[in-house]
């Protein structure tokens, strides 16, 4: 069994910046892609930012240039660098990972999320 935690939130003000990370652990054998993903109240989930196991990224339209997302392969730990933040960017934020575990599966994983509240 694999587990996905997402930590870093918090409460800022506009402009502020906050840095999220999400640790996977268990019996990992590998991980391909991975991604960020938020989720306002009464909206559906939308992409943040994704990152290929050759680290090639991606973002969605109203946070490029504000947001940066990493990856660390080695201790498998996954980052979302955000500045510039606006009350829009509140939500909550859910890490992703497509994960092959030891039982030989290929699986979609999710943390449980972590709120980010952006306000004055």
């Known amino acids: 069994q694999v587990q996905l935690v997402e930590s870093g939130g918090g409460f800022v003000q506009p402009g502020g910046s906050l840095r999220l990370s999400c640790a996977a652990s268990g019996r990992i054998v590998s991980i391909s892609d991975m991604g960020w993903y938020r989720q306002a109240p009464g909206k559906r989930r939308e992409m943040v930012a994704t990152i290929t196991s050759d680290h090639v990224t991606d973002y969605r339209d109203a946070v490029k240039g504000r947001f940066t997302i990493s990856r660390d392969d080695t201790n498998n730990t996954m980052y979302l660098q955000m500045s510039n933040l606006k009350p829009e960017d509140t939500a909550v934020y859910s890490c992703?990972?497509?994960?092959?575990?030891?039982?030989?599966?290929?699986?979609?994983?999710w943390g449980q999320g972590t709120q980010v509240t952006v306000s004055s």
């Open positions: 992703h990972a497509i994960i092959r575990d030891d039982t030989g599966w290929t699986r979609n994983s």
